[in-house]
């Protein structure tokens, strides 16, 4: 497979170096796997904190700055980041209000954060703690016990990252974030398989012709294999499953993430569907967002995610955040 990097043993320091020169608006330590807004620690602010895995970009480094994370904690690739680094995210967005750890469910994230979290306490920081598991696919699959973490990530990065600019306790952002993340539901589907830098080629079979229904964003297994599928019937399966787990009481946050290896044309199409199948179940949709947020590497395919928001949840969503991955209103 042909790959835009120098060795695979580097790839995730030099990504992290080309962030630096492209966003002098954050602080990248590379050395240490830290990215950081420039201006943090923000006065009578609370803190957030995420990362895991590279190779999910955006997600989570290129949702750092106002609006959204404090500092992010990029691991090597589908690899959790060690303590180490949440404890040196959190000192340095650390303004006395507290730290919020956002935790997408994958059992190495957990446990090192959790991890992470004793060891900023010891140093004097409060820290609180919220877990994504929205991924309606499977339950207990092969890096988690419960549901994935997987694109409403997103949503309660966002959710907090607002409340937390308006000046919100670490109670109040906590229960924001807690409130997105049991709010939303994801589904996946994979048209390829994906290839790491370290192993170079695909790392599980796809054949032509068929796909892979509920997949993961590491590649995990989903509910099941078919036969290619039309762009309609994959948005059936894949809103019906949402909405029969969600069974939303008020309007959505829609979410039509592309695996990383989908263009934007097939994306945008896929969205058409989205929204027609939620027209046809009668469902409201308050706001949308189509393209590459919560991604897999090379894999072709996409998610769709569902957030049911009230007016505050709204209103936050709609508030201006400055990031490389998503920025409006500013």
Excluded at 24 to 38: A, C, S, Y
Excluded at 118 to 129: N, Q, Y
Excluded at 206 to 215: C, H, K, N, Q, Y
Excluded at 265 to 270: A, I, K, P, V
Aim: glycine share 12%.
């Amino acid at each position: 497979m042909k790959m835009l990097i120098n060795v695979p043993e580097r790839v995730v320091a030099d990504a992290l170096r080309g962030v630096a020169l492209a966003h002098p608006e954050l602080v990248v330590d590379v050395d240490n796997r830290v990215i950081v807004r420039r201006d943090a620690p923000v006065a009578e602010k609370v803190g957030l904190v995420s990362g895991g895995g590279s190779g999910h970009e955006p997600l989570h480094g290129g949702f750092v700055g106002p609006g959204m994370l404090d500092a992010a904690c990029p691991g090597e690739v589908f690899t959790s980041p060690v303590p180490d680094q949440m404890v040196r995210a959190a000192a340095a967005v650390d303004s006395g209000q507290g730290v919020l750890f956002i935790v997408k469910n994958y059992t190495g994230d957990v446990l090192n954060f959790d991890m992470a979290a004793e060891l900023a306490e010891d140093e004097g920081v409060r820290v609180a703690k919220v877990l994504v598991q929205d991924d309606v696919a499977v339950t207990d699959s092969l890096y988690t016990a419960g549901r994935r973490g997987t694109g409403g990530t997103l949503f309660v990065e966002k959710l907090a990252g607002a409340a937390a600019e308006e000046g919100a306790s670490l109670e109040q952002v906590t229960a924001v974030a807690q409130r997105a993340s049991d709010s939303s539901r994801s589904f996946g589907v994979a048209l390829s398989s994906v290839t790491t830098p370290a192993k170079g080629s695909p790392t599980f079979d796809l054949p032509a012709g068929e796909l892979e229904l509920g997949i993961g964003i590491h590649g995990e297994p989903g509910r099941e294999r078919r036969g290619m599928m039309t762009s309609g019937e994959i948005a059936d399966v894949a809103v019906d499953a949402l909405l029969e787990d969600l069974q939303p009481e008020l309007p959505l946050l829609v979410l039509v993430n592309g695996m990383g290896g989908t263009p934007l044309l097939e994306l945008y199409g896929f969205n058409a569907e989205v929204q027609r199948v939620l027209a046809e179940r009668r469902v409201a949709v308050a706001r949308t967002l189509v393209g590459n947020y919560v991604t897999s590497l090379d894999m072709a395919g996409a998610s769709v995610t569902l957030c049911q928001v009230d007016e505050e949840m709204l209103r936050l969503w709609d508030a201006p955040v400055s990031t490389p991955g998503l920025r409006w209103g500013r």
